[in-house]
């Protein structure tokens, strides 16, 4: 009974972010779709910033009511440091590479991936760099190595299709069923190698947050 008492809550903590997380972008639709197009990038951004900073309040104190970041400070000694940023350019890269194979071949769901790429678009274009910075590099990254990394080794273990489940919805999420899958995968192994091999959040925090960081810049 216990058991399946904590694997509830940390199902029902779990779904609380996800659905924490959505509400900077929902209210970001919202100021939209009730003001005038002219400024809307400067209307926008100070209530969407301090919107996703309290989002990522809260989910921060849940992690650590949750023991996730109680190993952090492993995060930041400069071997660990290095090797996140090696990484961070091999994932760039191979990334790179599968996302020009996927489009060479013609496998991308074009309908889909349209779709995804105008909303993403939508909400930059909504915000001056600071909400995007605030969207991409801090909100994103610590909401969803939280949710998709944390939780799922806390629900299912320290397992190596605790491993795999991890890269697949991560994927998913961001992709659907489709080729488009594929183009997220190598991040997502990194991000959850990062994670599995000591279990410390705030080092698939820190490359999630230089990878999207680094693709808010180049693109």
Request: proline residues 3%.
């Amino acid at each position: 009974m216990k058991f399946i008492l904590s694997k509830s809550i940390i199902i029902a903590a779990a779904f609380f972010l996800f659905i924490l997380s959505q509400l900077p972008v929902v209210f970001l639709n919202f100021l939209d779709s009730n003001g005038d197009t002219y400024g809307i990038a400067y209307k926008n951004t100070p209530p969407f910033i301090i919107l996703a900073l309290a989002v990522v309040t809260i989910s921060i104190f849940i992690g650590i009511k949750c023991g996730f970041y109680n190993n952090y400070r492993k995060s930041f000694s400069w071997k660990n440091i290095l090797f996140i940023f090696s990484l961070l350019i091999v994932t760039f890269f191979i990334q790179k590479f599968v996302v020009q194979f996927i489009t060479s071949h013609n496998l991308y769901n074009v309908s889909h991936q349209i779709t995804n790429q105008m909303k993403v678009e939508n909400i930059l274009s909504s915000l001056l760099f600071p909400g995007q910075f605030v969207a991409v590099s801090i909100l994103a990254p610590i909401l969803e190595e939280s949710i998709y990394r944390a939780f799922f080794y806390k629900l299912f273990g320290y397992k190596w299709w605790t491993f795999v489940l991890s890269c697949f919805f991560f994927s998913y999420v961001h992709s659907g069923f489709s080729w488009d899958i594929l183009g997220y995968l190598p991040l997502s192994v990194a991000l959850t190698y990062v994670y599995h091999r000591r279990q410390v959040l705030t080092d698939s925090i820190l490359l999630h947050s230089l990878y999207n960081t680094l693709l808010l810049f180049v693109f």
